[in-house]
């Protein structure tokens, strides 16, 4: 009976110390796993930071030869921008670039800026579809890159807090979602504003927009040394009171219309005027109104003269004289007494005083086959003589 007691009392230690045994077991094993669960998912963390850093530097890789692409047409359009004659050539520049730079774009805009007017207007476009441009003065876009000298980036127009679609022609007539806009600029001087657009939203990336501000500085530098440049030329050729062209090159431009018109065989009219009085003007009122009625004729010859080639010049102290390309004899007259009686019926006031002028002018029509440029100047110069012969404020005809 003692040892039926014993055995089972070893029975039960035997027992609970393998449960013991199998507690501590299971906790190991639950230890184990856990590390091990542990290190997997570090493993997994580095495999996926692995696979993601594989995956940008295999869209780094792609965009490589597009960046490259980039890059050396930059490098191409400056060297042309550099040798760019006039305004339109670096316009045609500046859009052929970007055409070829952004092949997902379906329409480039190049609005200039009148600071005058203080409004854009369309100068170009290239349309990849048949449709109309109505946003002539540019719209909310344009204008905020116009007031702020910074570029505009917009993947969808739709979900862009900053502006209402609905008001965006591009967006409501011709359904474009994405846009890049950029001003073109030169430091603080902005000269216009240029814009690329997309049906498709999200096509235009961040380095899409840099490359566009790129092309339009270099537009804008050399937009701005050409304005210098022709500055500079109207310095040279251009009446510093009355803006109106110098006699050297008034005798240029009809050189070159007496050659024109020999293959072309077509008239053309001279018409050559002078103040009346005007030294008694100066000497009544002194030489600030003589500079205010030089300012005056000039204004009324710029106003009914000037277009179709036509050059309107001071010859001289208070001599003007014009170059009417292409007319007839009617026309010649026509103009002549316009000019003669609008300047009758004009004045400038002056202290309250109304002070009233006339001109004397002289006028003939000649074709190619006559004489040279300085004797049909001369020719016109005795007609208006002989208009002040004949009593001033006429006009003495021949042709």
């Not at 719209?139 to 209402?164: A, C, G």
């Amino acid at each position: 009976m003692v040892m039926g007691k014993l055995e089972f009392g070893h029975l039960v230690l035997l027992g609970f110390a393998s449960g013991i045994v199998l507690f501590i077991f299971y906790k190991m094993r639950l230890r184990v796993l856990g590390n091990l669960h542990g290190k997997l998912n570090g493993v997994e963390s580095e495999i996926n930071l692995l696979q993601e850093n594989i995956r940008q530097e295999k869209e780094s890789l792609s965009t490589l030869p597009l960046e490259y692409k980039q890059m050396s047409s930059l490098f191409q359009i400056s060297q042309k921008l550099i040798e760019a004659v006039d305004d339109e050539d670096i316009v045609k520049l500046v859009l052929s670039a970007l055409e070829e730079l952004f092949p997902q774009a379906e329409s480039f805009i190049f609005f200039e800026f009148d600071k005058e007017k203080d409004t854009l207007n369309i100068v170009n476009s290239i349309k990849k579809y048949d449709f109309y441009i109505k946003e002539k003065k540019g719209n909310l876009l344009d204008r905020w890159v116009l007031k702020h000298n910074i570029s505009l980036s917009i993947e969808d127009i739709t979900n862009d807090f900053r502006f209402d679609y609905n008001k965006i022609s591009a967006y409501s007539s011709r359904a474009m979602n994405s846009f890049i806009v950029s001003p073109l600029s030169a430091g603080n001087k902005i000269l216009g504003v240029v814009r690329i657009e997309s049906r498709k939203p999200s096509v235009f990336s961040l380095n899409d927009s840099r490359v566009l501000r790129s092309i339009c500085d270099l537009g804008a530098i050399v937009f701005e040394k050409m304005l210098i440049f022709k500055k500079l030329e109207g310095l040279a050729t251009q009446d510093s009171l009355t803006s109106l062209f110098l006699k050297d090159y008034f005798f240029e431009r009809l050189k070159e219309e007496i050659k024109r018109m020999k293959i072309k065989k077509i008239e053309a009219g001279i018409i050559m005027l002078d103040i009346d009085g005007f030294k008694s003007i100066n000497d009544t009122h002194g030489h600030i109104v003589g500079d205010l009625v030089l300012k005056k004729i000039s204004t009324i010859l710029i106003k009914l003269a000037t277009g179709g080639g036509n050059v309107v010049s001071r010859f001289g102290g208070e001599e003007f004289i014009i170059l009417i390309v292409g007319c007839n004899k009617q026309y010649i007259l026509t103009i002549s007494e316009k000019i003669r009686k609008t300047i009758e019926d004009s004045g400038i006031s002056f202290r309250r005083n109304r002070i009233k002028f006339t001109v004397s002018l002289g006028a003939l029509l000649f074709s190619g086959t006559d004489t040279e440029a300085i004797e049909l100047v001369r020719q016109s110069d005795k007609l208006m003589y002989k208009a002040k012969k004949m009593g001033k404020n006429q006009v003495c005809f021949s042709g």
